[in-house]
Every structure is written in C-alpha cells, then in structure tokens.
C-alpha cells in the first residue's frame, strides 16, 4: 500500500492537523472565509504550504526569495544557472527521439551544456556559498515580504491532485484563491496549451488562446485585483503548471499574454 505523507499543523482556530496537506490547506481556507480576511491565518497557511520541503515548488520559493534579495551578480548567477539546466534538460528530450547524425550533433551539444551547467554551479557558489543549504529551507511568508520591493509581487501556487490554491504576496499582503480541480484540472489545460507550440509534422498548429485564457483565468485571475500597478511579478508553480510558462498565459482579450517571472 501506499504511505501519504503528513504531518502535523496547528490550524488557529479550528484543529490540530495530522493530515497530508491539502486537508490541512482547506481547514484554513474555510476558517479564513468565516472569519473574513485574516493576514494572520493567511500567513499561516502560506506557511503550511512550504513545508513540503524537497518539493520543487518549495526550491522554487527560496529561489525566488534569494533572486529578490540579493544583489545583481547573485541574481545573474541563479539565472544562468536555471537557464543551463533548462538547456540541458531541452537538448536531452530531443536526443531521445534523435537518430543518425542528429543524435551525434545533439550528444556533442549535450557534453557542451553539462559542462556549462557544471560552470554555473561553480560561479553560483562562489557568488553565494550558502547556495545549496539555503534553497533547502522552507521560506515563510515574512521572508519574501522583507525581499519584496514596493509593487513586486510574488505568486505561489500549491497543488494536489484535485485542489489547489494560490497566494499572491505583495505590500505586506496576502490575497488567497481557489485552484478548482487542482492538479488533474491544471494538466488537462496545460496539455492543451502545449499541443499547440509543440512542432509537429513541420508546423505549428494554431495556438490555443481560449486554453490559455482559461489557465490564467483558474491561476492568476483569482489573485489579479491584486497585480494592479504591480511592476514585476514572479510566479512559483508547482504541479502540472511546473510544464509551462506563465508568459505565455493570457491574461485577457485586450492585454494578450501575461508577462511573469517563472
């Protein structure tokens, strides 16, 4: 049989958790909506939420954090380091299905970004030698609001199989919204989205906007009252939504594509 993971939470207010987490997530959704909009209660929930620690999602959130505090040369240096693994990881997928010549050019390309991904992770170090224990640390929302500048934001999904949420922190405030359907829900659309900038058969099919309309619409929309003005915003995902890019989201007919750091 299966194990699900769980743990302990104190849930202000309505119970003491020894429950996997989402359960222990809606304990606190329902009590913050009877009792109206609690930061107190929002900041604990957020908080719950990270300590899925070695989750993706929660690597992302350090990340995250350390790219809004630090200074530029550390910033540049997770950037690279990120962009080399996405890289490698691209080059990869395509040798899997490459053959003949191709797949020799592609190997040649594969041993030229492992060494670059290495490269990065040496300049990383160097540049923030606390690099590896820090993003293995479950961040608070009191962290991120201390690296957050005046009108960043940051938004931070949480998924499970069939429900999920996102928080949106900005100016020492939490905004909360119900994923519905969570992580089956957010494959089905991403899917869809996928499809239509994957090339096949020489040419990419048409893009499929109502799908991307539809993502933002069950993500960010929940939360977009509170984006107004915002100058940057960096998205954390997790789950399905972990397989596309938040830019490519449409935020609505007039705007066209969101624009976000992922």
């Given amino acids: 049989s299966r194990r699900r993971h769980t743990r302990s939470f104190h849930v ?6 020894a429950l996997p987490i989402s359960p222990c997530l809606a304990a606190y959704a329902r009590q913050i909506e009877n009792a109206g909009e609690s930061q107190g209660l929002l900041s604990e929930m957020f908080d719950v939420a990270q300590l899925a620690r070695g989750s993706a999602t929660a690597e992302l959130t350090q990340k995250a954090a350390l790219r809004l505090s630090q200074n530029d040369k550390v910033a540049g240096e997770l950037a690279a380091r990120d962009n080399a693994g996405a890289l490698l990881n691209d080059l990869r997928e395509r040798r899997a299905a490459a053959s003949g010549g191709q797949a020799a050019d592609l190997d040649r390309q594969i041993e030229q970004a492992e060494a670059a991904l290495r490269q990065s992770e040496v300049d990383l170090q160097q540049a923030l030698p606390n690099y590896h224990t820090l993003v293995e640390t479950a961040v608070p929302a009191a962290t991120l609001f201390k ?28 905004r909360l919204s119900q994923i519905k359907g969570g992580n089956k829900r957010m494959g089905e659309l991403v899917d869809a989205v996928r499809k239509t900038v994957e090339v096949e058969g020489g040419g990419l099919p048409a893009f499929d906007a109502a799908a991307a309309r539809t993502l933002y619409a069950e993500t960010l929309g929940g939360v977009a009252d509170g984006l107004e003005g915002a100058t940057e915003l960096t998205v954390v995902p997790s789950g399905r939504l972990l397989s596309v890019p938040f830019q490519m989201l449409i935020a609505d007919a007039a705007t066209g594509p969101a624009t976000a750091d992922t």
């Fill in 12 to 17: 202000t207010g309505v119970q003491t958790c």
């Fill in 147 to 174: 690296a957050l500048r005046p009108n960043e934001a940051v938004a931070v999904t949480s998924l499970s199989e069939r429900d999920g949420w996102v928080f949106l922190l900005r100016d020492n405030r939490i």
